[in-house]
């Protein structure tokens, strides 16, 4: 049996009649199947001959029941009953099909019924559909479900073209719409829609296509079983929360990219502030080359500058100190050697020392027998003057196995370094003093006395001693939340992240990629993790990059970095990467661990959320101290 398509004149809304009802078919455009008017005609029959034309009929029922009216027989609305005979599996489809219809019933929007499915590979399917002016449900990135036996399939919009290549403002417009196949929502027990990552079976050509419910988009994106924690909205649909899963964001990393300008800071921020708010036992350290976060954590951070910067030169690694010392310039080889042992025999003198001052502390009774068993990385004091007495010491032996004018070069470049007002952070107050305890509890808030958050102001310290710091500071970051066994979790946020850890060997300074890079691997076992913020992800470590399992990608206009994020974002999120270069500012690609489905979202306004600027910090956070006394014997190795 045969039928004829119908549809009125906005085109969007068909269905079929049976030809040899007289009266109408003589309404019915044969060109293009539009029914060209209402009429009192005495006889319609309606009727499918198949699955899918009986869920057209169901459909667009209100367009029938519309154009029934129109010509005043609308009592005669009335389905043929199918001349297909039933078997068992046809019994069955047909429940499902009463169950869609009674849903689709429901909620009968016939508006929401927008094409049909034309073609189909294993990711990617096309609509044929009509498309008049003003309507939004077809932009690209925007959510359609098909229509699937019991189940609606989800895609995503990812091109939109009409078929002739023009454009009418008046009529419909035959188009094609590519849509990337991304999951399936089935109705639970109770009714309410779950969503399912993957696609289990396909449907056939002629499925139908809706614009998404607002219930069906709401199951897309949040998380079954547990609440997440809300950052902002859909840029799809402003009624529905974007969240995130913030035990997933903080242990997995996560890296915000994104060009100058829109918004990664304030995004950071928020991000950190809702973290804080349900982590208790969270701490953030925040190294902040342009000091601008300060301002987002009123209350809530220890800020630290080159003023207040406490690291002595001691508790950097060789490495480290080596960097600073050489000015990030290549060493001779000699001269490297030189410094090694120099520090090396100046930390068993101290050592000596102290143990011969029996009584004084636990700490300073370790006895110290061989100069030789101290290595130059342990991080226990020495004093910069025994340093330089040594290498004095050196340059007056006739026999030297160093070459007097490198030993002179150290010597010149570590009393300078020990006048520099720049460096009193490291050669300065608590230079011999034994006081790791006190250093560590300030910069990594133990106890947190309310402020959780550290801000390391970078701007105000000199070029060349950054990477260093950085180095020290995310090492012992992850040393201590190594020792602290589950009770201590850090997020170490790396403002500017390609400064410190860049894709060139050339640029980048090894010892500070090796601790950040540390934390990317193994710090999730220990509480220790990384937030990566940066405009440049093509100049980043992508080892680093890779261990992010979270990422919020901003407007990005450079090729190179769009390949980056795609290459991260994989099949899934591939469409909705597309239009990176194009989004508003503020606006956010969300993927991976932390979010129920890749989304595109908008950042909640923080200027106006004044409670966000005192994230609930419970009192629960100091309950849990953390022994300082017996961390630092352990970060000095004498555990
Ligand atoms: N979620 C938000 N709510 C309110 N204002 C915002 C939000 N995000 C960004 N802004 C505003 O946009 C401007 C730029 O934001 P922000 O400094 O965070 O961008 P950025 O990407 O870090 O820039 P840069 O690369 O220069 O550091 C700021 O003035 C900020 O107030
Ligand atoms: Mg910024």
Redesign the pocket.
Known sequence: MSFVRLRDRDGDRRGFFRPGCPNVSKRIDASNGFFTGADASSTLSICASDRSDMHSFRTDSQFFRDALERIGKAEDLRPVPSPVPMGPERRETDQIDRKEALSDHRELQPARVIGRLVALNGTQGVISCPLTAGEGDWSVGHLITIVHRASRLVGAVCEVATDDGRWSESASNAARVTIELNGEIIDGPDGAPLFHRGVRSFPSLGALAHRIRSDDLRAVYTFRGQRGVEI?RLSQNEDIPAEIDVGELIRRHFSVL??????????VS?LLKKSLATRPKLRVIIFDP?N?YTAHFPGLAQIVDSESLELPFWMFKFDELADVVFSSRQPHPDERDALYEVIRIARAKYQAELSSLAGTSAVRRQPIAEGSSVTSDAPTPYRIIDVIAIIEEWLGMLDQRFPRSDLRALRHRLEGLNRDPRYRFMFGRLVVEDDIAKVISRLFRIPTRGLPVTIVRLAGLPNEVTNSVVSVLARLAFEIAFWCSGTYEINVLCEEAHRYISSSSGQAFGPARLAIGRIAKEGRKYGASLGVVT?RPSELDPTVLSQCSTMFA?RLANELDKAIIRAAAGVSASSTIAFLSSIA??EAIAFGEAIATPMRMK?????VRAEDRQAHISGERDSDPIDLKKLSAQLRGEA
């Open positions: 902002g994104g060009s100058t300008g829109v918004g990664k800071t304030t995004s928020l342009h601008e405009q901003m500012d503020r950042f909640a306004d923080i200027s």
